[in-house]
């Protein structure tokens, strides 16, 4: 007889792993790699491979040398970091800019609190975001799609925010949608990104509460403003194609350690990020906020965790 | 129209590798000479044995007597003489008190009705019927052993609908399934005897609709039955749990710490009204019932009609015998069966199934950091945050689980299910709930005795 093994129940498991989700995630984002690659070429490759890289050895040497753990890279977070903190990025940026950034996102945003599922806010945006107010000339310098010669050129939403709604004028639909416009690596093709967060829905790797509250918010606030004066504010198919809003909302507020655990709880989240984003960009010094207010949202995570309950079994008894 | 439960839920691989196999009459080896009878088979009180040792009994005798309101009696399930009445090892490597019984051939009492026709008539009161289903010992034979006549015994006009449990939502069990297409007539006049007892005009039979044959054999059946209902169910676990079954065939939730008799609702499995049937109609205690013998390394998994007692390593071994990458043993279902520690048992009758695992499908994964995905939150059909009373049970913040209803866990592990990280969120919570609901019954306990203390002198006699 051989002997068994007793454990308490339950005796079986999904085969749900932290991997299958993280490689979800890279899978969703390929459509928007592609794009990227297709319009931007060699300077989005390099800036891909740069981050991805960098994230990914940071965490290794950390996590070995700093911290004498077991490395964890293998479970995907680091490369999905380093992935999104590209997307973040403008082709063409000087490379060690990105490495700054790595080193920002996973050695600062990451790490210092203790690793995956530690963290108070998104590393990757935590990157970004310190990038962006430490070299604002390199990270707004946005190469044209399609021009390999160098030259550069504003987003959608600087256009906006330089010129009002008159500058727009040339802009077609069709291009937001396939990303022939300015703008960091992963932000400019909408379709591509609409794809990827239906597969990331589709595959139950995230819900739909965070995204839908985010667009539904911004359809909304900016509805509001274009229905009352259409010549000095944009419309709302504009804002939600632009400006990383459809990465945000997808790929990026969706991180599942630094956002809410309830349904309920990602409502009053997203809401908040789509309203803040929305305040940024209509009456800040930024022509662009959706880093700005998911990071806000995330530190406020914690507090919308302890209010946010879900809804119990019996608590309303049905009549 | 399917259905389902509002909150929550999972969907396990349902394996029910033993759906298609007919129900087979058990025969004991003849070189198992004795068998061993537990006498607490249920939950609240163990029986009390009214046997002596050198006693000769009957097939269907009483040997153990309720011990309490909530308790069961035990009737001997094989004739010959008692040999020993003391406590060994049970099923859970703990000491268990059981009466041996040495077999000598298969006589019955008379008082019971072996003929093979099915009676319909019932012919007994209410009253009767609740006394003769305390008398035969039935109880819930889903598997949480609940003596049936306490659940029975509601005031009149309180109860407004009896459920009846056809789900079997524990992947790999098709012990209710093969009753139900088996002994289908049976089940629906123990369906029948059910509501008279309760005095109510409906009944719904919830099923879930990877079972459609029951499901229309038992509709087209209904249809001679006024007032019985089959609710087709939409699958998903953990659709077996009384308040997600009253949920999900009439829509009603019953609150925290609530039972379900204050949505007037009584949830009984049909195993047991099939027990119901053979108690009042044919004057039969419990004393058999289906067990499913099933597991991927298994032979030929079996539905087996067994006597309680017949030892579970015997069942095994008429369906095959324990293969060599056998690494653990259940009674029940992988969702919420306990493993076994000691196999050398007999079974009992709450024995639904003895499911047979390999290493590699009951391998527990490596654990990994919490991501905060939330899945747990989203799949707990209680509407609890697992993740949250998983950690202030380890850090033993008994004040937090309580506060976060730790208490309304129904432990039905959808939660370590689903975890990607492989967090033993259950282990953690079941610890924690037995803790806090030991605190909670301390105050209740403890208030109670404060109240009889503060109250005049005179009002005490």
């Not at chain 1, 740069?50 to 040497?61: D, R």
């Not at chain 1, 903190?85 to 060690?96: K, S």
Request: proline residues 6%.
């Amino acid at each position: 007889m051989n002997t068994l093994t007793v454990s308490p129940s339950p005796h079986v498991h999904s085969s749900d792993s932290v991997k299958r989700n993280m490689y979800g995630v890279v899978i969703a984002l390929l459509p928007a790699l592609a794009a990227s690659l297709w319009f931007f070429g060699l300077g989005a490759l390099t800036v891909l491979l740069t981050s991805i890289v960098s994230c990914v050895l940071i965490e290794f040497l950390i996590q070995k040398f700093v911290l004498k753990v077991p490395t964890t890279i293998t479970d995907g977070s680091a490369a999905v970091t380093g992935l999104i903190l590209a997307f973040n990025l403008p082709a063409g940026l000087p490379l060690w800019i990105v490495v700054v950034g790595a080193l920002v996102a996973i050695g600062i945003g990451k790490m210092t609190f203790g690793g995956l599922g530690q963290n108070i806010a998104n590393p990757a945006i935590l990157g970004r975001v310190f990038l962006l107010v430490s070299f604002p000339a390199q990270m707004t310098t946005w190469p044209v799609p399609g021009d390999a010669d160098g030259a550069t050129g504003a987003t959608p939403l600087g256009l906006l925010k330089e010129g009002g709604v008159g500058a727009l004028s040339n802009l077609q639909t069709s291009d937001l949608l396939y990303g022939n416009i300015g703008g960091s690596l992963g932000e400019v093709a909408a379709i591509c990104l609409i794809i990827g967060g239906l597969f990331l829905i589709f595959a139950k790797i995230i819900t739909w509460h965070i995204p839908v509250s985010i667009l539904a918010t911004v359809a909304i606030f900016s509805g509001i403003l274009w229905g009352v004066d259409p010549t000095t504010y944009a419309d709302p198919m504009f804002h939600i194609l632009t400006g990383g809003m459809l990465l945000g909302a997808f790929f990026m507020a969706t991180d599942y350690v630094t956002s809410p655990m309830s349904h309920s709880g990602m409502i009053v989240y997203g809401v908040g990020i789509g309203l803040i984003t929305m305040l940024i960009r209509t009456f800040g010094a930024y022509p662009e906020g959706m880093s700005f207010a998911i990071l806000i949202m995330n530190i406020v995570t914690p507090l919308i965790n302890t209010y946010c309950k879900p809804k119990r079994f019996g608590e309303v008894v049905k009549k | 129209m399917l259905k389902t439960f509002s909150i929550g839920g999972i969907h396990p691989e349902e394996n029910k590798l033993s759906a298609g196999n007919a129900l087979k009459q058990f025969k004991l080896p003849a070189d198992i000479k004795e068998v061993k009878i537990p006498v607490a088979q249920h939950i609240g009180a163990p029986a009390q044995p009214v046997v002596a040792v050198g006693d000769d009994v009957r097939v269907g005798q009483v040997i153990a007597q309720a011990g309490g309101f909530v308790s069961a009696n035990i009737h001997a399930p094989f004739s010959g003489k008692v040999k020993k009445i003391e406590a060994t090892t049970g099923d859970d490597g703990k000491p268990a008190m059981m009466i041996t019984i040495a077999i000598e051939g298969d006589e019955w009492v008379e008082t019971i009705d072996r003929s093979a026709g099915i009676k319909r008539e019932i012919t007994l009161s209410a009253e009767e019927i609740v006394k003769k289903i305390g008398e035969m010992g039935i109880v819930g034979m889903g598997g949480a052993r609940f003596p049936a006549q306490v659940k029975l015994a509601v005031k009149p006009g309180q109860a407004q609908a009896l459920i009846i449990n056809g789900v079997e939502c524990e992947p790999y069990l098709t012990a209710d399934h093969r009753l139900m297409l088996e002994k289908s007539e049976e089940v629906l006049i123990g369906v029948k005897i059910l509501m008279k007892a309760i005095g109510v005009s409906e009944a719904f039979i919830g099923i879930e609709n990877n079972k459609k044959d029951a499901i229309d054999l038992l509709s087209k059946l209904a249809a001679g039955y006024p007032g019985i209902h089959v609710q087709p169910l939409k699958m998903k676990y953990p659709q077996g749990g009384e308040k997600q079954l009253i949920d999900a065939c009439i829509g009603r939730q019953v609150a925290s710490g609530a039972l379900p008799i204050s949505v007037g609702a009584v949830v009984q499995n049909v195993g047991t009204a099939f027990a119901v049937y053979e108690a009042v109609q044919k004057n039969k205690p419990l004393i058999e019932r289906v067990v499913c013998v099933t597991g991927k390394p298994l032979q030929n998994p079996t539905n087996f009609w067994a006597r309680i007692g017949t030892p579970v390593k015997a069942l095994i071994e008429a369906a095959g015998g324990i293969p060599e990458d056998c690494e653990k043993i259940i009674g029940g279902g992988p969702m919420m069966g306990r493993a076994f520690a000691n196999i050398d048992v007999p079974i009992h009758k709450g024995s639904s199934g003895i499911l047979l695992m390999s290493k590699e499908e009951s391998k527990r994964g490596e654990i990994a950091n919490c991501i905060r995905c939330a899945k747990c939150v989203s799949v707990c059909p209680m509407g609890l945050e697992p993740f949250l009373l998983s950690k202030v049970s380890a850090k033993s913040l008994w004040d937090m689980a309580e506060e976060n209803h730790i208490a309304d866990c129904i432990e039905c592990g959808s939660c370590s299910f689903t975890c990607p990280s492989n967090r033993p969120l259950l282990d953690y919570i079941r610890l924690g709930k037995g803790k806090v609901m030991g605190i909670m019954r301390a105050r209740a306990a403890a208030a109670k005795a404060a109240a009889e203390a503060a109250k005049p002198a005179e009002e005490k006699k």
